[in-house]
């Protein structure tokens, strides 16, 4: 007797096929199938064939469905191995021999196929990979889903399959069948667009047969439909991938030899490995394998969520709790998630999420206190209530930030997180009553103007609410030495309102560098000297990043709609502001059925013809603003838009028609890693630049900021100034021309030199590599310089942000060899990383030049180096210290710089404790 779930459920006998009779006789004898082997409770079955509505006599119902089987099953035997279902408290148990399920079958041909991959086998591993899918015919139990069945066991055996097809494509991409694989591919992409391996293997395969647009259109795909589901970016493989593409990696073109390489890992993890940087000429050195997991000192926000909700009425049956804790779960990671945290693991009724433990981000702090708010109101509303409505479970929440060490495992799962933040959010946690949430002081600091916090006591807070994102942002930082790129914009919005053509135009710069402060000034000239009006919208920074909620800041901040308005009051504000723009009534029909949604004042359906309507009245829109006078639109964080949107606003100068419109969007310069060719080729399209303040105006400026806070009551250029110390010379070094840098920094000195709350700010030391001195020195900086630095060195890959931090250990000059020595990769290849990491901004190159005619390199800003240094582990820092004394004295370095890390080297290897994981 043989049973096929893999496809319609089947009983075959000699090749018949055997009737199963009623649908409950069917779902009964495949949900044992499914657990084959298996006591299955009883209540587990009830839920599979009833869900939560199961009928009085659903128990009697279902022993009738198992008697039936049985008579069936008993019929059809012809000795005694054949099935079974045999009563096996606490439910059923269905005896069955592994050969006679397809299911058991598929599992046990994929694990060869698997470990045939793993030596090298490639022909022989896609072969058995293949045998094995080829079992499938059709969607698992096509039938029952047909009739309604939506197990969770389903979605898994979907998942098993697109798994085992992934590594079957592997295989044969390994062996340079691409060719053969590539229609396949198309068609499961095209239904499975977010599942990332498939579409990186589909944009190899597409590449290695010369249609190079094809692939990149893919990823433009894959990343419009991940972002639209769920929020996110395509991971870093996959954009590695793309980068390699678009610079036509040599190494994309390698396949691997018929004998099998002593390594399990995938050709085409070769190519998303060596495609980081531009044209690298070797794959990365056994060193560093893709599959070891890395160890960094990071600073996170922890997020503890306690509930009692898994107490559940009657006899506390443990399926029924489990039941519930993975809905709770499935809530918990969802909201965490959403913000960019991490889910690492529960115990009990507590969750343990971290934010900065995958990616750093500059505002990690206000992510977990968002996150924990959320899930206080989302597991609020799913308690039950009692007579007077109020929920009888309470959720307690703590956040605590501070200094851990993390390690990242291979494939994106959740790590470890070790250090005394983890016993300070316990603690906290212990103190919060139900339906409270507390932070720590670091927590507080880090996250005041977009937290209202309760009077308590100086240790932390309460949460009482979260603002909006971006209400009430403010920019006070002193306009200095901007006044060429103000200049700029003053002619362009001139160009416009004389030639009545529209615009864009492109503020490219790091975070803090002043984008937002020069559209402030621009802004206030542009309204005060003539009838202009300025409208902004903002890319959010967390959520689902649709692609219209940028435009619909522009349309609200037109209307005048705020967060506190109502929804009818909003409906009015806008219905009022069309109709005044529009006199045709039919027009004006058309322009608020999509301008509603798009201002999120009714629910959207966000296809594609849907967007596609919204943008189209988005721009008459703006048309019929600008028709009445000189118009500016503001896009901000344009590096953070959907696909859609960057299309969008790209073409959207040839799209309006001729009116007065200038459209300025700021972006830092991750926005040209996502579209190289950003606005090249267009006339009506200017990029500009803004880049750090030049020393002179960095001191006038923090002559500025001390004045204000009270430190200074003279210029820094005054001659009383110069005999300091050097401290004012250093504080210009550490800000390195970037205004938020200086503003930050002084903020900080302010509150340790003159204690006051009101300015207090969240800083921390950290332990920096000390050019060519004995030991290392502290660098004091505020966190949220930290948090920016180290956000943008996340953007790195791995094998990037490695090359990075070796340099850092190296010395305030570096160049490829004894980056090569530290790292050991390849000399060549360490070259290309460096000339990758000086077009990332990381590096500025010197006029220096090694014995091999390459250029040498220093940090074009010291924090870089402070920060990408202070992430290594002690252990880490003591080997990397040593390979730089044997190098140096191999190659007859300098005395000073060798003693130094030999001090260095030997004073870590005694204080560091032995792991193992390293960068």
Same mark, same amino acid.
């Given at each position: 007797?043989?049973?096929?779930?893999?496809?319609?459920?089947?009983?075959?006998?000699?090749?018949?096929?055997?009737?199963?009779?009623?649908?409950?006789?069917?779902?009964?004898?495949?949900?044992?199938?499914?657990?084959?082997?298996?006591?299955?409770?009883?209540?587990?079955?009830?839920?599979?064939?009833?869900?939560?509505?199961?009928?009085?006599?659903?128990?009697?119902?279902?022993?009738?469905?198992?008697?039936?089987?049985?008579?069936?099953?008993?019929?059809?035997?012809?000795?005694?191995?054949?099935? &079974?279902?045999?009563?096996?408290?606490?439910?059923?148990?269905?005896?069955?021999?592994?050969?006679?399920?397809?299911?058991?079958?598929?599992?046990?041909?994929?694990?060869?196929?698997?470990?045939?991959?793993?030596?090298?086998?490639?022909?022989?591993?896609?072969?058995?990979?293949?045998?094995?899918?080829?079992?499938?015919?059709?969607?698992?139990?096509?039938?029952?889903?047909?009739?309604?069945?939506?197990?969770?066991?389903?979605?898994?055996?979907?998942?098993?399959?697109?798994?085992?097809?992934?590594?079957?494509?592997?295989?044969?991409?390994?062996?340079?069948?691409?060719?053969?694989?590539?229609?396949?591919?198309?068609?499961?992409?095209?239904?499975?667009?977010?599942?990332?391996?498939?579409?990186?293997?589909?944009?190899?395969?597409?590449?290695?047969?010369?249609?190079?647009?094809?692939?990149?259109?893919?990823?433009?795909?894959?990343?419009?439909?991940?972002?639209?589901?769920?929020?996110?970016?395509?991971?870093?493989?996959?954009?590695?991938?793309?980068?390699?593409?678009?610079?036509?990696?040599?190494?994309?073109?390698?396949?691997?030899?018929?004998?099998?390489?002593?390594?399990?890992?995938?050709?085409?993890?070769?190519?998303?490995?060596?495609?980081?940087?531009?044209?690298?000429?070797?794959?990365?050195?056994?060193?560093?394998?893709?599959?070891?997991?890395?160890?960094?000192?990071?600073?996170?926000?922890?997020?503890?969520?306690?509930?009692?909700?898994?107490?559940?009425?009657?006899?506390?049956?443990?399926?029924?709790?489990?039941?519930?804790?993975?809905?709770?779960?499935?809530?918990?990671?969802?909201?965490?998630?959403?913000?960019?945290?991490?889910?690492?693991?529960?115990?009990?009724?507590?969750?343990?999420?971290?934010?900065?433990?995958?990616?750093?981000?500059?505002?990690?702090?206000?992510?977990?206190?968002?996150?924990?708010?959320?899930?206080?109101?989302?597991?609020?509303?799913?308690?039950?209530?009692?007579?007077?409505?109020?929920?009888?479970?309470?959720?307690?929440?703590?956040?605590?930030?501070?200094?851990?060490?993390?390690?990242?495992?291979?494939?994106?799962?959740?790590?470890?997180?070790?250090?005394?933040?983890?016993?300070?959010?316990?603690?906290?946690?212990?103190?919060?009553?139900?339906?409270?949430?507390?932070?720590?002081?670091?927590?507080?600091?880090?996250?005041?103007?977009?937290?209202?916090?309760?009077?308590?006591?100086?240790?932390?807070?309460?949460?009482?609410?979260?603002?909006?994102?971006?209400?009430?942002?403010?920019?006070?930082?002193?306009?200095?030495?901007?006044?060429?790129?103000?200049?700029?914009?003053?002619?362009?919005?001139?160009?416009?309102?004389?030639?009545?053509?529209?615009?864009?135009?492109?503020?490219?710069?790091?975070?803090?560098?002043?984008?937002?402060?020069?559209?402030?000034?621009?802004?206030?000239?542009?309204?005060?000297?003539?009838?202009? %009006?300025?409208?902004?919208? %903002?890319?959010?920074?967390?959520?689902?990043?649709?692609?219209?909620?940028?435009?619909?800041?522009?349309?609200?901040?037109?209307?005048?709609?705020?967060?506190?308005?109502?929804?009818?009051?909003?409906?009015?504000?806008?219905?009022?502001?069309?109709?005044?723009?529009?006199?045709?009534?039919?027009?004006?029909?058309?322009?608020?059925?999509?301008?509603?949604?798009?201002?999120?004042?009714?629910?959207?359906?966000?296809?594609?013809?849907?967007?596609?309507?919204?943008?189209?009245?988005?721009?008459?829109?703006? &048309?019929?603003?600008?028709?009445?006078?000189?118009?500016?639109?503001?896009?901000?964080?344009?590096?953070?838009?959907?696909?859609?949107?960057?299309?969008?606003?790209?073409?959207?100068?040839?799209?309006?028609?001729?009116?007065?419109?200038?459209?300025?969007?700021?972006?830092?310069?991750?926005?040209?890693?996502?579209?190289?060719?950003?606005?090249?080729?267009?006339?009506?399209?200017?990029?500009?630049?803004?880049?750090?303040?030049?020393?002179?105006?960095?001191?006038?400026?923090?002559?500025?900021?001390?004045?204000?806070?009270?430190?200074?009551?003279?210029?820094?250029?005054?001659?009383?100034?110069?005999?300091?110390?050097?401290?004012?010379?250093?504080?210009?070094?550490?800000?390195?021309?970037?205004?938020?840098?200086?503003?930050?920094?002084?903020?900080?000195?302010?509150?340790?030199?003159?204690?006051?709350?009101?300015?207090?700010?969240?800083?921390?030391?950290?332990?920096?590599?000390?050019?060519?001195?004995?030991?290392? %020195?502290?660098?004091?900086?505020?966190?949220?310089?930290?948090?920016?630095?180290?956000?943008?060195?996340?953007?790195?890959?791995?094998?990037?942000?490695?090359?990075?931090?070796?340099?850092?250990?190296?010395?305030?000059?570096?160049?490829?060899?004894?980056?090569?020595?530290?790292?050991?990769?390849?000399?060549?290849?360490?070259?290309?990383?460096?000339?990758?990491?000086?077009?990332?901004?990381?590096?500025?190159?010197?006029?220096?030049?090694?014995?091999?005619?390459?250029?040498?390199?220093?940090?074009?800003?010291?924090?870089?180096?402070?920060?990408?240094?202070?992430?290594?582990?002690?252990?880490? %820092?003591?080997?990397?210290?040593?390979?730089?004394?044997?190098?140096?004295?191999?190659?007859?370095?300098?005395?000073?710089?060798?003693?130094?890390?030999?001090?260095?080297?030997?004073?870590?290897?005694?204080?560091?404790?032995?792991?193992?994981?390293?960068?």
């Amino acid at each position: 007797m043989q049973f096929n779930l893999l496809g319609p459920l089947e009983v075959l006998v000699d090749g018949e096929k055997v009737p199963i009779s009623g649908l409950k006789q069917r779902c009964t004898l495949a949900y044992l199938l499914l657990n084959a082997n298996k006591v299955v409770a009883t209540s587990r079955l009830l839920r599979a064939l009833w869900g939560e509505q199961a009928p009085p006599t659903a128990r009697k119902m279902l022993q009738n469905a198992v008697s039936g089987l049985r008579v069936t099953l008993a019929r059809h035997a012809a000795d005694a191995d054949d099935p &079974e279902v045999l009563t096996h408290a606490p439910g059923y148990l269905l005896r069955v021999a592994d050969d006679r399920v397809d299911l058991t079958r598929f599992q046990a041909m994929v694990e060869d196929g698997r470990a045939e991959l793993a030596t090298g086998s490639w022909t022989s591993a896609a072969s058995t990979l293949r045998r094995a899918l080829g079992l499938w015919r059709g969607p698992a139990l096509a039938d029952l889903t047909e009739a309604g069945i939506d197990w969770p066991e389903l979605t898994a055996l979907r998942n098993a399959r697109l798994a085992a097809l992934e590594d079957y494509v592997e295989a044969e991409l390994a062996a340079g069948n691409h060719h053969e694989v590539v229609s396949e591919l198309e068609t499961v992409v095209e239904t499975e667009p977010p599942r990332e391996r498939l579409c990186g293997q589909l944009m190899l395969a597409l590449y290695r047969c010369g249609r190079q647009a094809d692939a990149l259109g893919v990823y433009r795909r894959a990343r419009t439909a991940l972002i639209d589901e769920f929020g996110l970016d395509p991971g870093h493989e996959l954009q590695r991938l793309e980068r390699a593409i678009l610079n036509q990696d040599p190494g994309l073109d390698q396949v691997a030899d018929a004998v099998a390489p002593a390594r399990s890992a995938s050709r085409i993890e070769v190519a998303r490995e060596t495609s980081a940087p531009p044209a690298p000429v070797a794959e990365p050195a056994p060193a560093a394998p893709p599959t070891r997991p890395t160890t960094e000192r990071k600073w996170v926000s922890v997020l503890l969520v306690q509930t009692d909700q898994l107490r559940v009425p009657g006899e506390h049956d443990p399926e029924d709790v489990d039941e519930v804790f993975r809905r709770l779960t499935a809530t918990v990671r969802d909201e965490v998630d959403r913000f960019g945290g991490t889910l690492h693991t529960t115990f009990g009724a507590v969750w343990f999420a971290a934010f900065g433990t995958r990616r750093t981000y500059e505002d990690d702090a206000e992510r977990a206190i968002r996150a924990g708010f959320g899930l206080r109101q989302r597991l609020g509303a799913q308690a039950p209530r009692g007579p007077g409505g109020e929920p009888q479970h309470r959720i307690r929440a703590a956040v605590a930030t501070g200094e851990a060490l993390v390690t990242s495992r291979p494939g994106g799962a959740p790590g470890e997180v070790t250090g005394d933040v983890l016993d300070a959010c316990l603690r906290l946690l212990g103190s919060v009553q139900p339906g409270e949430m507390r932070v720590c002081e670091t927590t507080r600091l880090a996250s005041l103007g977009a937290v209202t916090y309760a009077d308590t006591a100086s240790t932390g807070g309460d949460v009482l609410a979260v603002r909006p994102e971006h209400e009430g942002a403010t920019v006070s930082v002193p306009f200095v030495a901007r006044e060429r790129e103000k200049a700029t914009l003053d002619g362009l919005l001139a160009d416009v309102q004389e030639r009545r053509t529209p615009r864009l135009v492109t503020l490219l710069g790091e975070p803090g560098i002043g984008k937002s402060r020069l559209i402030s000034e621009f802004r206030v000239s542009a309204e005060t000297s003539g009838p202009v %009006r300025c409208l902004i919208g %903002r890319t959010p920074r967390f959520g689902w990043n649709a692609p219209l909620t940028a435009l619909a800041g522009v349309v609200k901040a037109y209307c005048g709609i705020s967060h506190a308005d109502t929804t009818g009051i909003a409906v009015q504000k806008l219905s009022s502001a069309v109709h005044d723009l529009v006199g045709d009534a039919d027009t004006a029909a058309w322009l608020l059925s999509h301008l509603r949604p798009l201002a999120g004042l009714q629910d959207d359906v966000r296809g594609p013809a849907a967007v596609d309507e919204a943008f189209q009245a988005w721009r008459r829109f703006l &048309e019929e603003v600008s028709a009445r006078g000189p118009l500016v639109v503001v896009m901000e964080d344009l590096q953070s838009a959907d696909d859609t949107l960057l299309n969008f606003v790209e073409d959207l100068d040839e799209q309006l028609g001729p009116v007065p419109l200038l459209v300025i969007a700021t972006a830092r310069p991750e926005l040209l890693r996502r579209r190289p060719s950003w606005g090249s080729g267009k006339h009506d399209v200017t990029t500009v630049t803004v880049g750090p303040l030049p020393p002179d105006a960095t001191r006038r400026l923090l002559a500025s900021l001390l004045v204000r806070h009270g430190l200074c009551d003279k210029p820094l250029d005054s001659p009383e100034q110069h005999d300091d110390g050097g401290f004012h010379q250093d504080l210009i070094e550490r800000v390195g021309g970037n205004p938020l840098y200086a503003t930050e920094h002084v903020r900080m000195l302010r509150n340790e030199l003159v204690p006051g709350r009101e300015l207090a700010v969240p800083a921390l030391t950290i332990s920096c590599a000390g050019p060519r001195a004995s030991a290392e %020195r502290s660098v004091r900086l505020p966190q949220s310089v930290y948090n920016i630095i180290a956000a943008r060195l996340d953007t790195l890959s791995r094998v990037e942000k490695s090359v990075l931090q070796n340099a850092a250990v190296f010395d305030r000059v570096v160049w490829a060899d004894p980056v090569t020595e530290i790292s050991g990769l390849a000399r060549d290849e360490v070259a290309e990383y460096l000339k990758y990491l000086e077009q990332r901004g990381f590096l500025v190159r010197t006029r220096q030049r090694s014995g091999h005619g390459e250029f040498k390199y220093e940090f074009r800003h010291s924090l870089v180096r402070d920060v990408a240094y202070s992430q290594l582990p002690k252990a880490t %820092r003591a080997d990397k210290h040593q390979r730089c004394t044997r190098w140096l004295a191999e190659a007859g370095g300098g005395a000073e710089l060798l003693d130094h890390h030999r001090g260095r080297a030997a004073h870590h290897a005694e204080t560091a404790q032995p792991r193992t994981g390293s960068s």
